[in-house]
């Protein structure tokens, strides 16, 4: 089982970019799951959740209305989309997938590896 993420790099501040997170092995139609974020020297943090179904979402402050988070059971998908980004954006991002099909109890089973966004000023 194998979560990877992937389609960050360098950007300009105010810029987009998008994240994919393929997961392989089985399928993650049935777990809510999240992207998580770790800057240099600081603690992961939470960035974005999404239920199993795509209902219900969940955003840190620090990236609402900037940041969306979606999926693609069909193809075993998660994307973020994340728009007018910010020097303090910059860290390594990764997926999750959680127990549980929803959002309300988060507990991760399986960790993606990350991948590194740079938003320069």
């Known amino acids: 089982v194998q979560l990877q993420a992937s389609g960050g790099g360098l950007v300009q501040a105010g810029g987009s970019l998008r994240l994919s997170c393929a997961a392989s092995?089985?399928?993650?139609?049935?777990?809510?799951m999240s992207w998580y974020r770790q800057a240099p020297g600081k603690e992961r943090e939470f960035v974005a959740a999404?239920?199993?179904?795509?209902?219900?979402?969940s955003y840190a402050d620090s990236v609402k209305g900037r940041f969306t988070i979606s999926r693609d059971n069909a193809k075993n998908m998660v994307y973020l989309q994340m728009n007018s980004l910010k020097p303090e954006d910059t860290a390594v991002y990764y997926c999750?997938?959680?127990?549980?099909?929803?959002?309300?109890?988060?507990?991760?089973?399986?960790w993606g590896q990350g991948t590194l966004v740079t938003v320069s000023s």
């Open positions: 999404i239920s199993w179904n795509s209902a219900i979402t």
């Open positions: 999750a997938a959680s127990r549980f099909p929803t959002i309300s109890v988060l507990d991760y089973v399986y």
């Open positions: 092995g089985r399928t993650f139609s049935s777990n809510a």
